[in-house]
Structure formats: C-alpha cells, structure tokens
C-alpha cells in the first residue's frame, strides 16, 4: 500500500524560509510525477509545485514563483518544497500529492494524483 507523508511544517514569520519533505513508500517512485498542493481555512485546495517524473520539468502557481523550489531525490524517495520568503497569504494545510501513472510530467491539478498524504501545517504569522 502507498504511503506519503510529510514532515516540515512549522511557524515561521513573514520573510523566513521552510523546507517540507514528503516521502513516499513506492517501490518506482522515480518513475512518478509528483506535487505539492495547500489548503487554507475556508478555500479550495490549490496547486502549489509540481515535478516531472524525471525531476527535468517543474511548474509553479503565480503565487509562488521566485519564491518556492520544489525538488526530488529519486534514491531517497523523498520529494521537497524549499520556501522563502513566506508570506502570511502562504499559511496553509500543504500536501504531498504523487501520480500513479508512470512517466507524467507533473501537474497543479488534483486530478492527476492517486495518492495523498496527510499534510502538514505552515503558519506564517506577520
């Protein structure tokens, strides 16, 4: 059974830094395209960053470009999600999302992930 889960989150005020890592318990996850989405209070979940399967192609949300770098370590299954600069409009639930089907070059909409973690919490107070 897939397992991901996420570690990172945290409080943090405007303008400092977090990095989340996800892992994830498949046995090709090299071969999967990976995401990371959020979740505040009151709104939809939304597409944060997502990772082609090869680690060759990211995509971001506007809200967050220049700001977040998303990233895998293929040998670690790990995926991760450097933040800087964070904003108070950043707090949210965030999750670690991966794409069952193999050789993806990632996406920003839910649709296209199988397996989901938990979340974890980023506040950032101002």
């Known amino acids: 059974q897939v397992q991901v889960v996420e570690f990172g989150g945290g409080l943090v005020q405007a303008g400092g830094s977090l990095r989340l890592s996800c892992t994830v318990s498949?046995?090709?996850?090299?071969?999967?395209?990976m995401g990371w989405f959020r979740q505040a209070p009151g709104k939809e979940r939304e597409g944060v960053a997502c990772?082609?399967?090869?680690?060759?192609?990211?995509a971001y949300a506007d809200s967050v470009k220049g700001r977040f770098t998303i990233s895998r370590d293929n040998a670690k299954k790990t995926l991760y999600l450097q933040m800087n600069n964070l904003k108070p409009d950043d707090t949210a639930m965030y999750y670690c999302a991966a794409d069952s089907q193999l050789l993806r070059l990632g996406s920003l909409s839910q649709r296209d992930y199988n397996y989901w973690g938990q979340g974890t919490q980023v506040t950032v107070s101002s």
């Open positions: 498949v046995l090709n996850f090299n071969l999967n395209a």
């Open positions: 990772i082609s399967w090869s680690g060759g192609r990211t």
